[in-house]
């Protein structure tokens, strides 16, 4: 079983910066691909970023690229989401997830519990 816990979240100014962490238990976490997805008040969760296990290949949304970056700590266990030039439009609960040597497009199978990003204008 795989326990991922977000932190970072909060509340920031529009075009200011957050980075959210992810935490992630097992001694495995170099096999994990992880990826970052988002939810707003009455929206589907969407897609955000993904960093795939084998070779750190990424992947973003389109309406973040350029603004959010994705990194990985294999020796802290933990996912990154670097997050600038922030938008009202990014508030959200972000969670991250993880499948096991899965790529981007995979089923993720765990979930962590999400942290609040809030942008005010």
């Known amino acids: 079983q795989v326990q991922l816990v977000e932190s970072g979240g909060g509340l920031v100014q529009a075009g200011g910066s957050l980075r959210l962490s992810c935490a992630a238990s097992?001694?495995?976490?170099?096999?994990?691909?992880m990826g970052w997805f988002r939810q707003a008040p009455g929206k589907d969760r969407e897609f955000v970023a993904t960093i795939v296990w084998n070779d750190d290949s990424t992947v973003y949304a389109n309406s973040v690229k350029g603004r959010f970056t994705i990194s990985r700590d294999n020796a802290k266990n933990t996912v990154y989401l670097q997050m600038n030039s922030l938008k009202p439009e990014d508030t959200a609960v972000y969670y991250c997830?993880?499948?096991?040597?899965?790529?981007?497009?995979?089923?993720?199978?765990?979930w962590g519990q999400g942290t609040q990003v809030t942008v005010s204008s």
């Open positions: 997830a993880a499948n096991i040597r899965g790529t981007y497009y995979s089923p993720y199978n765990y």
């Open positions: 097992g001694r495995t976490f170099s096999s994990y691909t």
